[in-house]
């Protein structure tokens, strides 16, 4: 399920973070954060009243992410991508302003792959 045996290089997370428009990105969701390798850039980058929610399946991940890092913006949450407005609704979240995955594709049912984020109301 983790898909990979090295971490996103600096490279890649400058690269990928580089297109996020951070002043208004109020709630940022990462599927699949793993260590928290691009959890930690994003949160370097984030305003400080944003919100950060990580969703991993792998419930040692999340309790890494709660003990290594110390920022109350950060909601690491044990449970699977493809619950997302589930996760989201019952923390009383709106809908994500960004969404970054590091989810491996190559493990994911074809449904669950294809499955087009909510779109947002009003
Ligand atoms: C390749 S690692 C990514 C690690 C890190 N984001 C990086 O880029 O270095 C993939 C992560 O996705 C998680 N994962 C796999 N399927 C998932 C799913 N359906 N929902 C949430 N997380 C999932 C795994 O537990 C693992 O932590």
């Given amino acids: 399920m983790v898909g990979s045996i090295i971490p996103s290089s600096k490279?890649?997370?400058?690269k990928m973070l580089g297109r996020v428009d951070w002043e208004?990105?109020?709630?940022?969701v990462e599927y699949g954060p793993?260590?928290?390798?691009?959890?930690?850039?994003?949160?370097?980058r984030m305003a400080p009243d944003a919100k950060l929610v990580t969703i991993d399946t792998n419930p040692e991940f999340t309790s890494y992410l709660k003990e290594s890092i110390d920022d109350e913006r950060l909601v690491p949450v044990t449970g699977s991508?493809?619950?997302v407005?589930?996760?989201?609704s019952d923390r009383g979240l709106p809908d994500a302003d960004f969404v970054l995955s590091g989810l491996p594709?190559?493990?994911?049912?074809?449904v669950s792959a294809t499955r087009s984020?909510?779109?947002r109301r009003g």
């Fill in 11 to 14: 490279i890649l997370i400058d």
């Fill in 24 to 28: 208004n990105t109020k709630l940022f």
């Fill in 34 to 44: 793993g260590v928290g390798t691009f959890t930690r850039p994003i949160l370097e």
């Fill in 81 to 83: 991508a493809a619950d």
């Fill in 85 to 88: 407005e589930k996760i989201l």
């Fill in 105 to 110: 594709f190559s493990t994911l049912p074809p």
């Fill in 117 to 119: 984020p909510r779109r």
